[in-house]
Structure formats: structure tokens, C-alpha cells
């Protein structure tokens, strides 16, 4: 039996070790902190999964939350202008829902799960040192980490690699108590562009504590007049500025949120990231090589929500050529050749980030079509959960020969 392990209890690492379990593998993996802790801290994101990669968790069975909370199914995108006053509205059902999960509740009940399998779970303050002792106990080492020392262990791939600061700085929290004005649903995704501001978005949720509630989440541009949740040290002066913020930029929206309270203390996010992609292989100081994936290697800006989609995706087709590898050595070779095979699908990702990121001029196009001909709206939607399919979308020649084809079709 052939010996895996695997370095971080989240979205990747978590999916990739109950898959390996249940592929026959005898699989350890290291978490800094205990399922508890993970439970009773603060969120590590507040992630949305498009139906590919929700599919992928219900072929491995950990798909827990599907009966109390079947997702989102309406999506409303305003465009602003500064003053808050819409000037473009979108809005449709989708055609396959969305589903948020509380990410300490999704890996709280997962590594449980992950031991009832089978694994063997180990709780460690880690450094890359540490690996140095597990390259010569395991058949391969699997690195799930993309924060801490653990950040500088994969080098950078300046060609991939395209901003080196943040496009925004984020801040969010789950909310109860929102007022809509009717019966709140937890079905419809709302989100509201500022442009040269931010954005704000509003997503049903699934609460750690097994309740839907919203996250009402910003995307601040940095030093615009969004900014405003650089000096927040708690989630009560969170919920202050948030309300502060919607009654400044978007007022209309301030009676839905005026009365909204944390789910709890620490149900609260805030910060920035700067997207990066680095090297999937990395060198000890021995000479030895461990694997990295999803954030270890690329890590995404949340405002396109292909982070956890990513994460999971990756892990899945790892989990498969690992199976396929058989007892051959995993050598440098094929944990680039790996790597290699989901950039393909990966640099879409990004390119789908950074067009909502830095939107070029033809995205105002883009936007507007999505508006009138529900057949591009439509094409936006299988995009977020497949982004290849809008590869048409992101320079400005194929951009129009994409409308001018769609255009024929509405006629």
C-alpha cells in the first residue's frame, strides 16, 4: 500500500485525502489545528461552489449539507454609477444552483470523516522543515498550504504571474437579519459593481451552527472611498462598517442591512490577497521534492469565487493521476506534467479574475449583451463554473466576433 501525505486540512488537501482513502491509499494528514479549533475560530474564506466542482464532492460521498441547504438559484448583478444609482441590472434564475458552506463546518466534518474512512489524521504546528523527515517515510508529500512558511517553499512563476500587490482588499461576515421585505428565500446571489469602487455582494449561506443566513461581503479598491475596513479589529466594528458603507455607497440597499447581525464573533473575514501562481514542485534543502496544490500554487482574488472551485478541481484530477501513476516514482517529472495538465483548464481561471479584477474596455460590451440576450447571460453562467468556455471573452477581437455570432442567433 502506497504511503501519501498530505500537509492541510482545507479545501484541497481535505478532498484530495478522503478521495486517496477511498482509493485504497494509506493516507496522513497534518492539520495545525485540531477539527475543534477549526470549528469555533474564524472562517478561512467565504467560498461559493459552481455545480462541477459540488459534483465532485457528492461522487466522494461529502456532500453533508445538500438536504438542509440546496443552494442559491437566482443571481442579480446592478452596475452603479458613483453616486449608487443603477445603471445597468441583470438578473435570471440559474439553470444549476450554487451552494456556500461555511468553510469551518465543511472541514470540521470532514476531517472526522477523513478518520472514519480510514486516515490517519496528525495534529502539528508544521514548518518546511518538518518535510525533510517525511520525504523518507512517504511515497509522496502533498503540500495544501499556501500561507506561512510554507508560502516561500514553491517558487514564483514570474510568466503566470501577473500583479504583485493586491487588486483589493476584502472584508466580509455572515449575517441574520437581513429585511428584503418579504420572506427571505437564501436562494438569490446579489451583486452590486461600483466601478473604480468596489464591489459588494450579498450570497446565501450555510452556517456553522446549521442555519442559512447571507454573507454580505466587500471588494474595496485600495485607497477608494470602499476602503474603509483596513483598521477593523473585531466583528462588531466589522458590522459597523459595513453598514456604514452600504448607507454611504449604495443608501437604497441600507434597510436590508440595518438590523443585520454577526451569526457570531467570529464569523468575519478581512484582508487582501495578491494573485500568484507558483513552481508545483518544491526543493528541500536535501535535494528532495514535495508536490504542491491549490493555494500552494495558485491562488486567486475571490471576487470571480474560483478559489475553492479551483482548489477542488485540482485535488480531483490529482487524486486521479496519482491512482494512475500506479508504483512508479514520483519524480519532479510528473508532478510538473501534472501541474502542467490543469493550467490548461487553470489559466482560464485567472484570465475569468482578472477581467472582473482590471475589466477592460470590451467587458462594458460584455456586460451589456448579458443584459439584453439571455443566451450570453446564460454563457456567463456556465463560464464561472467552467471558465474555458468563455475564452472568447477575454481579448477584445474575439470578444466581438463572440457578440456579432450571438447577435445573429437573438435575430
Not at 474564506?45 to 464532492?57: K, R, S, V
Not at 461529502?62 to 443552494?71: H, K, L, R, T, V
Not at 441590472?89 to 476531517?111: G, H, I, Y
Not at 491549490?294 to 472551485?309: E, T, W
Amino acid at each position: 500500500m502506497r504511503r501519501i501525505a498530505i500537509i492541510g486540512a482545507g479545501q484541497a488537501g481535505l478532498h484530495l485525502a478522503i478521495g486517496l482513502v477511498d482509493a485504497g491509499y494509506a493516507v496522513t494528514l497534518f492539520s495545525d489545528r485540531t477539527p475543534e479549533a477549526i470549528l469555533n475560530g474564524k472562517p478561512m474564506g467565504l467560498p461559493m461552489l459552481f455545480p462541477d466542482a459540488w459534483q465532485l464532492e457528492r461522487d466522494l460521498g461529502i456532500n453533508f449539507w445538500d438536504d438542509e441547504f440546496p443552494g442559491c438559484d437566482r443571481f442579480r448583478n446592478q452596475v452603479c454609477d458613483p453616486e449608487g444609482n443603477v445603471v445597468l441590472s441583470v438578473s435570471s434564475d440559474l439553470e444549476q444552483p450554487w451552494q456556500a458552506v461555511d468553510q469551518r463546518l465543511k472541514f470540521f466534518t470532514w476531517m472526522h470523516e477523513f478518520v472514519n474512512r480510514g486516515g490517519e489524521l496528525v495534529i502539528k504546528a508544521m514548518t518546511p522543515q518538518n518535510l525533510e523527515e517525511y520525504v523518507q517515510k512517504y511515497d509522496l508529500v502533498v503540500v495544501a498550504v499556501g500561507r506561512g512558511s510554507f508560502s516561500t517553499l514553491f517558487e514564483k512563476d514570474a510568466q503566470k504571474t501577473k500583479h504583485y500587490q493586491p487588486k483589493r482588499h476584502i472584508a466580509g461576515g455572515l449575517y441574520t437579519g437581513l429585511n428584503q421585505g418579504e420572506a427571505i428565500d437564501y436562494r438569490t446571489f446579489r451583486v452590486t459593481n461600483l466601478p473604480g469602487i468596489g464591489e459588494m455582494m450579498q450570497a446565501p449561506f450555510y452556517a456553522k451552527d446549521k442555519l442559512p443566513v447571507y454573507a454580505v461581503a466587500f471588494e474595496a479598491y485600495p485607497g477608494g472611498v470602499m476602503d474603509q475596513f483596513s483598521q477593523v479589529k473585531s466583528g462588531q466594528e466589522l458590522l459597523e462598517v459595513s453598514k456604514k458603507v452600504i448607507k454611504q455607497l449604495r443608501p437604497c440597499d441600507y434597510e436590508i442591512v440595518k438590523d443585520m447581525e454577526l451569526v457570531d464573533d467570529q464569523a468575519w473575514v478581512q484582508g487582501a490577497i495578491t494573485p500568484i501562481v507558483r513552481q508545483p514542485v518544491g526543493h528541500l534543502p536535501s535535494g528532495a521534492i514535495v508536490m504542491g496544490i491549490g493555494d500552494a500554487v495558485i491562488l486567486h482574488d475571490p471576487l470571480a469565487a474560483q478559489g475553492a472551485n479551483n482548489a477542488t478541481k485540482m485535488a480531483h484530477l490529482v487524486k486521479q493521476r496519482i491512482i494512475e501513476h500506479g508504483n512508479q516514482r514520483f519524480d519532479e517529472s510528473w508532478m510538473q506534467g501534472v501541474f502542467d495538465e490543469f493550467w490548461n483548464y487553470a489559466q482560464y481561471t485567472h484570465a475569468l479574475t482578472d477581467s472582473l479584477l482590471t475589466p477592460p474596455d470590451h467587458m462594458q460590451e460584455l456586460m451589456a449583451a448579458m443584459a439584453q440576450n439571455p443566451e450570453v447571460l446564460k454563457d456567463y453562467f456556465n463560464g464561472m463554473n467552467h471558465p474555458p468556455s468563455l475564452a472568447a471573452w477575454f481579448d477584445a477581437e474575439s470578444s466581438k466576433k463572440y457578440l456579432a455570432e450571438k447577435t445573429l442567433v437573438l435575430k
